[in-house]
């Protein structure tokens, strides 16, 4: 650990190395099992004798912060409590008052719960680890040195070559592949798309219930934002209030409760769109999980005025860890976005992009996908089933033929429910917490995370918690 120790000034050497390294031990810097340098390294990049160094290094072995052996170096010994912050520290520099609105981001998912029923999350335990790991290899042996640089703001041009044909394959999104943009997830593509269009205080339009993070961020870059009502049929077109600028959907599923958005309601949104100068995002998330029924045409092949940014995640399909998405943008909007891009993060991770396109190359990804679907499909049918039979009197399931949760209504609030189900070891969503203004009671069974034999236990576990 290359440790920055500063003697400028200073007259007693030997004190002044003990306090510097203690201090980097309690204040965390330096961690349990870190090594030091060695004491004649130190003392030559010092300019002070050895032995002041080993006497330093001597004390905060005696004290308990440093351990050694001969040969194998000084380790630092953690453990000792961190003092506490300066009072002063918490009255510096504040947020925009924006920010107090934004909730906690969630913690990391690894370690999930007994039963995992939370919505929009892979079966990452069936990721195509080995493949991987052949595919990553690959690109390091071969690809080079132009791996390690800076890449293309836009995108590893090889996947967005792999990415148009796929697209215009499996979904009839027909892009070029110097319309689309690979992005880290999703959800910066929201962000990239209201930095190049929208202005603090123009309006915006979210589905309610919705999924949260993009009315948040859009929040929080001063954009006022709508929450419209969703029907059977998807977002409510006649809700959408006059002068927005920028409406957010989920056709193919959406989040949460599942539904698809019928054919006319799309040609209503587009000619709303059209009529009023506005893009529409169409986040298609998890749309590879399709188990009945034809997929409907996206917005995106339907719209022949360029207002329709389509959306996708590799984060469903393979893992949300790859913090991969890509947008495929109107071409007037292309060549802005690509800077916007550039100037937030100048490019998405390039070892990983090298191995999607790979992997989509080879055929891989399509296997995957199609491995992937016949078991998500046997989990959604074991979950129609199992709701059916343990929750038929308090829940009815929204149909939905696609994806990795299903919603199932309520006619009271499940919130409370929800969270006692996860002190039983259950996590699941309630549908309360997707609603701004809209009354939604209801569950949401995620079935990615959870493994089919897994589902009948958890929902028995349930419904003991619900009968208290
Ligand atoms: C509606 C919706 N959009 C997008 C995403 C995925 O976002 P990302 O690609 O940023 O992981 C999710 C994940 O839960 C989602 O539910």
Do not use: C
Not at 317 to 346: H, Q, T
Not at 436 to 447: I, K, N, S
């Amino acid at each position: 650990m290359d440790l920055h120790l500063d003697l400028s000034g200073t007259r007693g050497h030997r004190d002044e190395i003990y306090r510097q390294i203690r201090e980097a031990v309690l204040d965390g810097r330096l961690r349990d099992g870190d090594v030091l340098p060695p004491t004649r390294e130190l003392a030559h990049r010092l300019a002070v004798s050895r032995t002041t160094v080993t006497a330093a290094y001597e004390r905060l072995t005696a004290e308990g912060f440093l351990t050694g052996r001969v040969g194998a170096g000084t380790y630092v010994r953690a453990g000792a409590a961190r003092p506490a912050e300066p009072a002063g520290l918490a009255e510096g520099v504040q947020p925009r008052p924006e920010w107090t609105d934004v909730p906690a981001p969630p913690k990391a998912f690894t370690t999930p719960p007994e039963f995992d029923f939370r919505a929009g999350v892979p079966d990452v335990r069936l990721f195509p680890f080995d493949t991987w790991r052949r595919l990553t290899t690959q690109a390091l042996r071969s690809s080079r040195a132009e791996l390690m640089t800076y890449g293309e703001p836009q995108g590893d041009p090889r996947l967005r070559a792999e990415l148009a044909r796929h697209l215009a394959v499996s979904r009839n999104v027909r892009v070029r592949p110097e319309h689309l943009v690979i992005t880290v997830g999703a959800q910066q593509t929201i962000d990239l798309v209201a930095r190049v269009l929208l202005r603090p205080g123009d309006l915006a339009a979210v589905e309610d219930p919705g999924y949260p993070p993009p009315r948040l961020l859009l929040g929080t870059l001063g954009v006022r934002v709508a929450p419209v009502p969703v029907d059977d049929e998807g977002i409510v077109v006649d809700a959408i209030p006059p002068g927005t600028r920028l409406v957010h959907v989920t056709p193919s599923h959406q989040y949460p409760l599942g539904v698809a958005m019928s054919p006319s309601r799309r040609r209503a949104l587009l000619d709303w769109a059209e009529d009023n100068g506005a893009v529409v995002v169409e986040d298609d998330y998890d749309t590879e999980f399709r188990y009945s029924g034809r997929p409907l045409e996206p917005l995106h092949s339907l719209d022949s005025h360029g207002r329709v940014v389509y959306v996708g995640s590799f984060s469903k399909v393979l893992s949300p860890a790859l913090r991969l998405g890509f947008l495929a943008a109107p071409p007037a909007l292309a060549e802005a976005i690509v800077k916007a891009k550039y100037l937030a993060d100048w490019h998405s991770p390039g070892i990983e992009q090298a191995v999607v396109a790979a992997f989509i190359a080879e055929g891989g990804f399509a296997r995957h996908v199609r491995r992937m679907r016949g078991i998500y499909r046997a989990r959604h049918d074991l979950l129609v089933d199992g709701l059916r039979a343990e929750f038929g009197d308090v829940l009815d399931p929204v149909p939905a033929s696609a994806g990795l949760h299903l919603s199932a209504s309520a006619d009271r609030d499940l919130r409370g429910f929800a969270r006692a189900a996860s002190g039983a070891g259950v996590r699941l969503f309630s549908l309360g917490d997707f609603s701004v203004t809209a009354r939604r009671h209801g569950l949401l069974f995620g079935y990615g995370a959870i493994a089919a034999e897994r589902i009948g236990p958890g929902l028995a576990r349930l419904r003991r918690v619900l009968d208290g």
